[in-house]
Structure formats: structure tokens, C-alpha cells
């Protein structure tokens, strides 16, 4: 093999640096370019070029470096999603009450949107089906009352048992008017750390704030706190008839630095409580990628630090963006603990809906504290399964708790839950015996189970009451809008790969979404389609 020599450019410089004239010392180290398989001749050493400098150096040889192929280097995916065990059947002869809190964030859906997109199956974890069902509008009654909600119910069929039924739950907060809403006193908390730098984070999170911004009314008031390796107040106060101030500080606002999110909180919610309205909206908006990497970062600490700060009167709502380092358990966690809501954005219309056309919902709190309490009819029903918020689940003696923090429902948003039950057949299926000293049935009725929902008005501290009974009777929900639920319910379990989906495959839910898309005049229901026809090419 040909020998080829390196000479190293210290030892040049070294020589063209003393000035001599005598002739340098040849004895540099001697390497052998050893010929690797599948390496091309291009990426061998080439041939030397003579270098003659006057009377410094005679016959230095010069290798020029070596162009080696660029090798595209991917970066880990480090997006973590907490861990919830599916829910499974329980028997009303030993547990008739069921409790848990509402949820109406949408963020698992337009995560996994993004994932489907991109021809990637989610992880299992990713999959919430509570927020794949709230996701969507439904033709729900609203209130006519007084009362913050209406409860619509429906009993039909199971998509992925014909032998079970499912009771379909939709609570409908009632419609927004604008122009009467109370004036918002709004803190934009915003991560410009360096993991915010690539174009699906602080890029989109700058134009999707706009579209907020254009929405704002005279009387609304809009503070800018950042934070990266430490926070400050970039936009104290500006009026909403101030658009292109608070847009100008925006655009001014670039990534870097590490994540400190604990101070830029707490310096949030001490500029939201300076800018307190009473009667008003005052609300802290964090948008983030959910890498608290620095400074408070444990998860405990910094839900410690929202339960807190909640106690003043002040809402939470948190924008989730980017991909790759995406801390999903982190800033679910900080969104149950806040009083708020959480929602991922994706793209920009995706930030249309939550900050646009939702607006309302997404700022304005009609109910705190909303807890749902099912009691079943052992008469009727053998045994049930709640069908999502796995994460929501309460103790049944919470229910009357008022010190027991629960959901938060927003203006014109609705709330779905599901139970998949089996019915009493007259037979025990129980794995145990049947019990001797229970009370029995006088008047056995049709009821199948009773519907009882707590709630907080947004100032209060304690709670009211409202119940409904389900029965076959039932008949608020259209049939086009239970069926289009259960199409998402089936794809979510499909996701999740969870047992109890028995023969359901995806071009059974494809089927189902298709025959009960409606009018969905905003298009979300043929995303949807897509979705699935997405997720058939990436299994």
C-alpha cells in the first residue's frame, strides 16, 4: 500500500515563523491511510502539493483536508407522556358510584394529528380519548335556565360489542356574546429558551398569538413576560386597542438560553395580580415546548407553584408547540392543576380554533370545579366502563368535597363522557357470590343510572347541584353526532390497541366517521377522516 505522509499545520507554522534558512528536519510522524470497504477513492488522501517559501522551508509537502460525506445527523426524540392505565369493567354489585372530574382539553388529539401526519403511529400514552371526543362540537341542547350546563343523554349501541350499550353523557356550557363578555387582563408567559428555535415553535407561536391579538377589545389589557435562563417583562399593561405595540414586542422576541420556568411563572401570575380586573377575565397564557430543564424544574415543585398562584383569582391556559423534545406530562400536569385548559398547536389553524373561533371558551370560565357522579342501577346494569379520563378519575367522597379541585368548563364548550355498560340479564356474572343483605328494588323503574353534576360559579366556594336520570327514553343527542363519537372513540382504543376494541379495525371506524360526518361546516370532521386514512398507511 502507498504510504502517505500528514504533516500537521503547527509544524508549518512552527517553520514559517523561525525564519530560517536551513533545511527543516523531515521527521514527522509517518501515517498509513488505511483502505476502509466502501469508502470511494474520493475520500482518500490526495495527492501532495509542493510548497517552496523562499528561503524558509525547501520541499514542505501541504495536503489539502479532506472533504468526507456530510452525514445528517438526526436528533433524539425525548417527548414524554405520562402512563395511564385503560379503564376497565367494574361491577355495580360492588362499586354502583362512579366519579370524575371534566376535561376539556383538546391537546392529545392535535398532538396526534401531527404525529399521523408526519406517517408516525403515536405512542399509546399519547392517545387520551376524552380529548379526542371533546375535540369536536356537537349539536348539543344548550341551557335555558340559569343553570351553566344542559345534560344531554343518549343510550345506543356499542360500535365494538353489538352486546353492550353505551351511555353517551354531553354537558353544553351555554354560547358566548362578545360584545357582552367581561374586559380580559391578559399575561402572555412565553418560553424563548433555545428549544423554542425551530419554525413549529417560537415562529408559530408568534403568529398564532396574533390572531388573539387582533381579537382584542379597547378594554383588554396584555402584559408579555419570557422566560430562558431568567424572566423578564417585555410588554407591561398595553390596552387592546394597542394591536401593533404588542405585535412590534412579538416580533422583537428571538430563542436562546436554558428553561427557568418557575420564575417566569411566578413573575406572571405577581404582573397578572398587579393588573387584576375585578369582575373581569385574568388569565396567564403560557406557551411552551414543556422543557423545564433549569432552575424549578421538578414537576412536583412546579404544580406546587401553580396551586398556589390559582388561589389568587388567576386562570391558567397553556399552548403546547413543537415536537421532538415535547414534554406533554409536564404541561398536562401544570394545566389540571391551575384552573385551566391545555390545547396543542400544530399549525395555524389549529390556533384559529382555539384562539379564534373558541375564543370564548378557551378565556372565559362559566363553572370551576365541575365533578360528574354516576350512580347505577344494579336492577339494570351489570357492570360499566368509563371510556377515557383515566388521569380524572376521583374518590367517590370527593364528589361532596368542595375542597376538592376538579375541571374548569368554558364559555360555550361542551363536555362528553362515555360508559360502556352491560346490562342486567337477570343471571350473576359476578365473580363473586351474590350478596345476602343488600337492599332491595320496591319499585324497580327503567332507570339505567342517574346523572349528578357539581359545580362551582367562577367567584364561588361552594358548590351547586344538578342531576338528570338515564334511561332508553333518552334522545338529546342526534343520532349523526352519536355515531361520529363513537367512530373517534373506536379509532382512539385502535390506537391504544386496548383488548376491550374486539374485531374494531380502521376501515370499520373509516365506515362510521364517513356515514356520520354531517354538515361540519369548519371541516374538522373530514380531518378527521383523513386521520384515519393517515393512520392505515402508518400502521
Sequence with gaps: MKKIYLVSSSLILMALMSGCGEKMVQSHSETKAMAYEGVSEAVMMPEPMEYRGGNIVADVMYYPPIQMPSVAVVAPNTESYKHNEQNKFIEV?????STFSTDVDTASYSNVRR??????????????????????????????????FFINLKVDDALWNKKHKLIQIGLQSKKANIAKLPPSNLVFLLDVSGSMNDENKLPLLKKSLKLLVNQLRAEDKVS????????????????????????????KLEAGGSTAGGEGIRLAYEIAKKSFIKNGNNRVILATDGDFNVGQSSESELIELIEEKKKSGVYLSILGFGMGNYKDDKVEALADKGNGNYAYIDNLLEAKKVLVTQMSGTLYTVAKDVKVQ???????????????????KMANEDFNDDKKDAGEVGMGHSVTALYEVVLNDGTNSSKVDKLKYQTAVVNPSDELATVKIRYKEPKADSS??????????????????????????????????VEEKGDLTYNKVLSLA???KGSD??????????????AMLSK
Excluded at 136 to 144: A, L, Q, V, W
Excluded at 521 to 534: L, Q, S, T
Design 93 to 97: 354489585s360492588s362499586s354502583p358510584l
Design 514 to 516: 364517513k356515514a356520520s
Design 374 to 392: 354516576v350512580e347505577f342501577n344494579p336492577q339494570k346494569v351489570s357492570s360499566y366502563r368509563l371510556l377515557g379520563y383515566e388521569n380524572r
Design 521 to 534: 361546516d369548519e371541516g374538522y370532521r373530514a380531518e378527521f377522516i383523513k386521520m384515519i386514512e393517515n
Design 224 to 251: 408579555i413576560v419570557v422566560y430562558a435562563g431568567s424572566s423578564g417583562l417585555v410588554l407591561d399593561r398595553a390596552k387592546g386597542s394597542e394591536k401593533e405595540k404588542i405585535i412590534n414586542a412579538l416580533d
Design 115 to 148: 404525529m399521523l401526519d408526519a406517517n408516525s403511529l403515536p405512542p399509546k400514552d399519547a392517545v387520551r380519548t376524552e380529548e379526542f371526543v371533546n375535540y369536536f362540537s356537537y349539536n348539543y341542547k344548550e341551557p335555558t335556565t340559569n343553570e351553566p
Design 464 to 497: 351547586r347541584l344538578m342531576s338528570r336520570v338515564v334511561s332508553f327514553q333518552n334522545s338529546d343527542i342526534s343520532d349523526v353526532d352519536s355515531k361520529f363519537i363513537q367512530s373517534v372513540v373506536g379509532f382512539s382504543m385502535i390506537l391504544r390497541n
